[in-house]
């Protein structure tokens, strides 16, 4: 019994043994069951946490993208505003800026001026001169067509004191041909007078004056445009020039007296020119006008005038060189007009050299 008891024993005891080896057993896989869960829930955690950070790192990637992006797109929409508008401002500046060329003591305030239609006014004084209107009219309104759209145009007859009525040699133009009119002087006043009234009543930015017997063809105001346009104030045309082509010549007598008084302008004054007396000039309206304006002389010497106030104000003077071809017609009387002349020359050379910076001229009493 004992033995049995103590096999029983034994047995109970490797039992339990077997029994508490399973359990520690079964406990340490629970526990590697679990150590491997956690290991594992750990490892997804991480992962789950590195997925996310992944995600974020992206998402923040992706933000800082679509920033740079954005502000690329700001940065480029500012710069395209930016220079649109400069160049806006830059083409306003343009337009609004004036643009100063000084030639002389010419100054064009605007370019945009400048794109402006230019107007040409001819001017012809008449006296007692109706047997060339016809022809004349004809002529420089031919001329005039010909020029096309570079000039807008109008052609002014101005009768100093005619007997010979012009308006009615005119009629078939007055009131027809929009370029055409007349403008009378009250009495007879001289060339001088009669070119000024012309001058004062022109709208032309260019404005020139021809005899009405056209010694001097209107295609001769090619050259004076051209010399206005490159630079010139005042363009004179010349009988005297070197280059000048004459047709038919004048009169002996005429001649020899021409020749005589262009010496003695040239003593008295110092003008640098060949021919003063020409009666084919062109000059731009803008300096020109105030000596116009201010002019004395009514006779044959106004030329002398204007040429010597232009050189007081440094206004450019070129002389160019003409076709003549004389007609004979010419109102000038050698006797009396040349004494007439001389006086005038006298008066305008004291008038030039006794004259003070301000364009005044000093007092006789303080001479």
Not at 2 to 12: E, F, I, K, M, R
Not at 165 to 187: C, M
Not at 240 to 248: L, R, W, Y
Request: hydrophobic fraction near 35%; glycine fraction near 6%.
């Amino acid at each position: 019994m004992d033995q049995w008891t103590s096999v029983d024993q034994w047995t109970s005891v490797d039992q339990r043994t077997s029994v508490d080896q399973r359990t520690s057993v079964d406990q340490r896989t629970s526990v590697d069951q679990r150590t491997s869960v956690d290991q594992r829930t750990s490892v997804d955690q991480r992962t789950s946490v590195d997925q996310r950070t992944s995600v974020d790192q992206r998402t923040s990637v992706d933000q800082r993208t679509s920033v740079d992006q954005r502000t690329s797109v700001d940065q480029r929409t500012s710069v395209d505003q930016r220079t649109s508008v400069d160049q806006w401002t830059s083409v306003d500046q343009r337009l609004r800026t004036p643009v100063v060329w000084n030639h002389g003591a010419r100054s064009f305030q605007s370019a945009f001026s400048e794109r402006r239609k230019r107007v040409l006014s001819v001017v012809i004084p008449i006296r007692n001169g109706t047997a060339f209107i016809q022809h004349t009219t004809e002529a420089v309104l031919w001329f005039l067509d010909s020029l096309g759209t570079t000039y807008e145009s109008e052609l002014i007859f101005v009768s100093d004191g005619c007997s010979d009525q012009p308006e009615r040699a005119l009629e078939n133009w007055l009131g027809v041909d929009s370029r055409v009119r007349l403008e009378q002087l009250g009495k007879h006043c001289g060339k001088g007078a009669a070119v000024r009234k012309g001058v004062l009543a022109a709208r032309g930015d260019r404005v020139a004056f021809l005899d009405v017997d056209l010694s001097a063809r209107p295609e001769m105001l090619i050259r004076l445009l051209a010399a206005l346009d490159g630079g010139a104030d005042f363009a004179c045309g010349s009988r005297h020039h070197e280059a000048a082509n004459i047709t038919i010549g004048q009169g002996l007598a005429r001649a020899s007296l021409g020749r005589l008084f262009r010496v003695l302008v040239r003593a008295a004054t110092h003008l640098d020119l060949l021919d003063t007396q020409c009666g084919c000039k062109a000059f731009l309206r803008q300096p020109m006008l105030p000596i116009f304006e201010q002019m004395k002389e009514q006779g044959f010497a106004f030329d002398i005038e204007l040429l010597l106030e232009a050189r007081h104000r440094n206004l450019v003077i070129e002389e160019v060189p003409i076709d003549w071809a004389d007609e004979s017609s010419s109102s000038v009387r050698p006797v009396r007009d040349g004494v007439q002349m001389l006086s005038a020359l006298i008066r305008l050379a004291f008038r030039d050299r006794t004259r003070r910076p301000d364009g005044k001229t000093e007092s006789v009493k303080k001479l």
